[in-house]
């Protein structure tokens, strides 16, 4: 009688490198994050700064429908309203980039654009997205945090008295992160651990979240 075979769950990591190769690792089990390691061309960091300066709220959403891999992104509309402001079509190039690259990698045709600037930590608690895979990159300030599988209790996840204060890893402005989130098949229980950074008075962020909704 041959012996039940036993499906062992692969070990839970982050990998990251410095080309755009780096997000493809985020199709292998057992990753919930992968991170490009890149840094923002001179003209778009100048952009979201200028951005960041003048104050000016923005928390923009729209879907992105493709129908095919070779179709461009519609982002006609994405903040529209800094259409003025020096390095904006380089900026709307690089979010298009990320749009399509992201369909690419995962077949998606619908995805969730999100675009906003904060001047406070939207989830400032270590918690997990119910989401398939997320996108986040910042373009201006501070970038989320993370934590290796291990540092804290899942079970106390959004309990602040349990959060850790040492071992908190960090996304830097520019890069780009894929976060692997419990609606992952084969993922459940596993998504990775993150939150948005705290804020000093007058700090500010840019931050965008792609979404895969189908």
């Excluded at 080309?19 to 057992?30: H, M, R, S, V, Y």
């Excluded at 960090?170 to 596993?190: D, F, P, S």
């Amino acid at each position: 009688m041959l012996a039940p075979v036993i499906q062992l769950r692969p070990v839970i990591r982050q990998t990251r490198g410095e080309t755009p190769l780096a997000l493809a690792d985020i199709l292998d089990n057992g990753v919930n994050l992968a991170l490009w390691q890149r840094q923002l061309p001179l003209h778009i960091a100048e952009f979201g700064a200028l951005l960041v300066s003048l104050n000016e709220p923005l928390a923009e959403s729209l879907v992105v429908e493709l129908d095919s891999e070779e179709a461009e992104p519609n982002l006609l509309g994405l903040a529209a309203g800094c259409r003025d402001l020096e390095g904006y079509d380089g900026f709307i190039a690089d979010v298009a980039w990320l749009v399509s690259a992201f369909a690419c990698l995962l077949g998606a045709k619908r995805i969730g654009v999100r675009l906003r600037l904060l001047d406070k930590a939207m989830c400032p608690r270590f918690h997990v997205d119910h989401v398939p895979v997320r996108l986040i990159t910042t373009y201006a300030g501070i970038g989320s945090q993370w934590l290796r599988e291990g540092v804290m209790d899942r079970r106390q996840l959004s309990q602040a008295d349990a959060e850790p204060s040492e071992r908190i890893e960090q996304i830097h402005c520019g890069e780009v992160a894929l976060l692997k989130g419990e609606k992952w098949r084969g993922n459940e229980g596993y998504g990775l651990i993150h939150r948005s950074p705290a804020l000093a008075a007058n700090e500010r962020r840019l931050i965008l979240t792609l979404d895969w909704l189908a």
